[in-house]
């Protein structure tokens, strides 16, 4: 099963710019709008980013996203502690007819 | 809106894994519905989705073993997974998707997931 390309981790401190990357092609990323779960450890994921770099209310505006050609990235701007998480990208993909999502990141605040 | 899933939390190889996601709060009607499931420690992973219709879409890791049914005037959706192996242990989740588009990844919001181990 294809993923879409995220690194395992990131990392640091507080105060930091720190950005997770997310990998694709032209079917899913190229093509579709990406989105963005955060999951806090031992909770459900959240939608944190809609249509590329789109914030649901309530989502601080420390988190940002953008998208180019076939690779989005997630933007944290001075994360704190209660931001450390999984991260996750998710892209229909045209060729599969199916979501996919990224395996993961994992932001640490040092 | 809310939901909820719920189901048995093992089941025995080769059988089926049937759950039930509950939703409260809003009409289930013009919406994608989604099961996710996540295995230990790994990433998330899009099962398939089903329309208010009961049109349905499943991803083709597993479209040979599943089915979905949906009861919109009793707000549930459901999700049988047949001839199960220990590769189908997960927590899996219930979701709201889009309500315009089917080839989307919007996913808002989620059940709290149900972990189901598939063990003999």
């Known amino acids: 099963q294809s993923v879409l390309t995220q690194p395992p981790s990131v990392s640091g401190p507080p105060g930091q710019r720190v950005t997770i990357s997310c990998s694709g092609n032209?079917?899913?990323?190229?093509?579709?709008?990406v989105y963005w779960y955060q999951q806090l450890p031992g909770t459900a994921p959240k939608l944190l980013i809609y249509?590329?770099?789109k914030r649901p209310s309530g989502v601080p505006d420390r988190f940002s996203a953008s998208k180019s050609g076939t690779s989005a990235s997630l933007a944290i701007s001075g994360p704190r502690s209660e931001d450390e998480a999984s991260y996750s990208c998710?892209?229909?993909?045209?060729?599969?007819?199916?979501?996919?999502f990224g395996g993961g990141t994992t932001l640490t605040v040092l | 809106v809310q939901l909820r899933e719920s189901g048995p939390g093992l089941v025995r190889p080769s059988e089926t894994l049937s759950l039930t996601c509950s939703v409260s709060?809003?009409?289930?009607?013009?919406?994608?519905w989604s099961w996710i499931r996540q295995p230990p420690g790994k990433g998330l992973e899009w099962i398939g989705y089903?329309?208010?219709?009961?049109?349905?879409n499943f991803n083709p890791s597993v479209k040979s073993r599943l089915t979905m049914s949906i009861e919109t005037s009793q707000n549930h959706f459901s999700l049988r997974l047949k001839s199960v192996t220990t590769a189908d242990t997960a927590v899996y989740y219930c979701?709201?998707?889009?309500?315009?588009?089917?080839?989307?990844?919007?996913?808002?919001?989620w059940g709290q997931g149900i972990l189901v181990i598939v063990s003999s």
């Open positions: 089903i329309f208010s219709s009961g049109i349905t």
């Open positions: 998710a892209a229909w993909d045209d060729n599969l007819s199916a979501v996919l």
């Open positions: 249509k590329d770099d």
């Open positions: 979701v709201r998707g889009d309500r315009y588009s089917s080839a989307s990844s919007l996913f808002d919001p």
């Open positions: 032209t079917s899913n990323i190229g093509n579709n709008y």
């Open positions: 709060g809003d009409s289930m009607r013009e919406y994608y």
